[in-house]
T-cell receptor
Framework: EPEVTQTPSHQVTQMGQEVILRCVPISNHLYFYWYRQILGQKVEFLVSFYNNEISEKSEIFDDQFSVERPDGSNFTLKIRSTKLEDSAMYFC?????????FGPGTRLTVL | GDSVTQMEGPVTLSEEAFLTINCTYTATGYPSLFWYVQYPGEGLQLLLKATKADDKGSNKGFEATYRKETTSFHLEKGSVQVSDSAVYFCALNGNTGGFKTIFGAGTRLFVKA
């Protein structure tokens, strides 16, 4: 069964450093998403991406964040200068439309 | 904007007890509704879904019925097992715009043997 994959599973970085989280969505899906979950809290929408552009973003998704689909398979989330409060689990998801399939997540720890 | 409200946890039950986790939503239009489960240290797994009013989603003994008149999607299971211990998230997708999914705060379930 096709699935969304994410790498790395755990990323540790120093405050102020740039990180890139990677996702491989399901191959025939058209919509791509990033969500985050701060430890013990709810899952929050960050951004959706369709047809090579952002279709919607939340207020969390400020200028420090960017997304890219550099080739036909990967979908990346970049955080330019990490802050302590960026520590969270980041989930990638993809869909044809409607129901989304989630990856296993990348745990980002900012020290 | 759209939102999901679910009962606060933790919920602690003995094995074979009946489970209900309440979920209500606010949305314009006709959202699809979901329950996701998150086991300790793992990602989100879709447990069940319903895409229109009066639909019943079911999986692994869990059920939820899309009630438009009460804007609810309560999760039920007749007999819980220790292995059901997890966090359960109610969620909706408005089927519009960027198709983002909006999650409730999650309800942690502990099942004792």
């Amino acid at each position: 069964e096709p699935e969304v994959t994410q790498t790395p599973s755990h990323q540790v970085t120093q405050m102020g450093q740039e990180v890139i989280l990677r996702c491989v969505p399901i191959s025939n899906h058209l919509y791509f998403y990033w969500y985050r979950q701060i430890l013990g809290q709810k899952v929050e929408f960050l951004v959706s991406f369709y047809n090579n552009e952002i279709s919607e973003k939340s207020e969390i998704f400020d200028d420090q964040f960017s997304v890219e689909r550099p080739d036909g398979s990967n979908f990346t989330l970049k955080i330019r200068s990490t802050k302590l409060e960026d520590s969270a689990m980041y989930f990638c998801a993809s869909s044809v439309a409607g129901e989304q399939f989630f990856g296993p997540g990348t745990r980002l720890t900012v020290l | 904007g759209d939102s999901v409200t679910q009962m606060e946890g933790p919920v602690t039950l003995s094995e074979e007890a009946f489970l209900t986790i309440n979920c209500t939503y606010t949305a314009t239009g006709y959202p699809s509704l979901f329950w996701y489960v998150q086991y300790p240290g793992e990602g989100l797994q879709l447990l069940l879904k319903a895409t229109k009013a009066d639909d019943k989603g079911s999986n692994k003994g869990f059920e939820a019925t899309y009630r438009k008149e009460t804007t609810s999607f309560h999760l039920e299971k007749g007999s819980v097992q220790v292995s059901d211990s997890a966090v359960y998230f109610c969620a909706l997708n408005g089927n519009t715009g960027g198709f983002k999914t909006i999650f409730g705060a999650g309800t942690r379930l502990f099942v004792k043997a």
